[in-house]
């Protein structure tokens, strides 16, 4: 089942790692802003999100400023990769400035139709998808960015306008699904 733009965000209810930005229990809801949300599915041990660190702080923290709800998903199997544990989200999380939620069952990477770490969900103040796929084309090295989808359509969203680019292929590793 493929999200398609202009769909509604599909229904969460995840346990948060990082307690100090957000409450223990996320949902859709109360993880939107006034202005939209940015879902972004990441995990502890993959090269492509461990490059991206700072770049998904800074992300976050744009997103705050436009009045953007912020979160992280990790629907990895730990017993494939036991780094991607919840016991390890929440060392992760000491230093994350956004809430970093468990999909223990990985329904809600399923319902989201994420294939990689990192994948990007943009959803409007109607909380409906208005982007999905990469932050950049250079997930791995930061010098190399050429382009800035999640941006350009951060700007498009705020400024009402369809982006130029609404749905890119993302970068990164597979998301670890369960056996």
């Known amino acids: 089942m493929s999200l398609?733009?202009?769909?509604?965000a599909p229904a969460f209810?995840?346990?948060n790692s990082n307690e100090?930005?957000?409450?223990?229990?996320?949902?859709?809801?109360?993880?939107s802003r006034e202005n939209g949300?940015?879902?972004?599915?990441?995990c502890n041990h993959c090269p492509y999100v461990i490059a991206s660190i700072s770049?998904?702080?800074?992300?976050?923290?744009?997103?705050?400023?436009?009045?953007?709800?912020?979160?992280?998903?990790?629907?990895n199997d730990p017993t494939v990769y036991p780094n991607?544990?919840?016991?390890?989200?929440?060392?992760?999380a000491q230093g994350m400035s956004y809430p970093y939620l468990h999909d223990v069952s990985q329904d809600v990477a399923h319902a989201y139709d994420a294939k990689r770490t990192p994948e990007f969900f943009?959803?409007?103040?109607?909380?409906?998808?208005?982007?999905?796929?990469r932050m950049d084309d250079s997930p791995r090295d930061p010098?190399?960015?050429?382009?800035?989808?999640?941006?350009d359509a951060i700007q498009s969203m705020l400024a009402g306008t369809t982006p130029k680019i609404s749905i890119t292929e993302s970068i990164g590793c597979s998301v670890k699904w369960k056996m």
Do not use: C, W
Request: proline share 1%; no cysteine.
């Open 4 to 8: 398609n733009i202009g769909d509604a």
């Open 13 to 15: 209810e995840l346990q």
């Open 122 to 133: 943009l959803f409007n103040s109607e909380l409906n998808l208005f982007y999905k796929g």
């Open 143 to 151: 010098s190399s960015v050429q382009t800035h989808e999640l941006d």
């Open 84 to 92: 991607d544990s919840f016991e390890h989200m929440q060392t992760r």
């Open 20 to 31: 100090k930005h957000g409450s223990p229990v996320m949902n859709v809801e109360t993880s």
């Open 55 to 75: 770049r998904l702080e800074a992300m976050a923290a744009k997103a705050n400023d436009l009045n953007i709800g912020f979160i992280g998903i990790n629907s």
């Open 37 to 42: 949300l940015i879902v972004v599915f990441e």
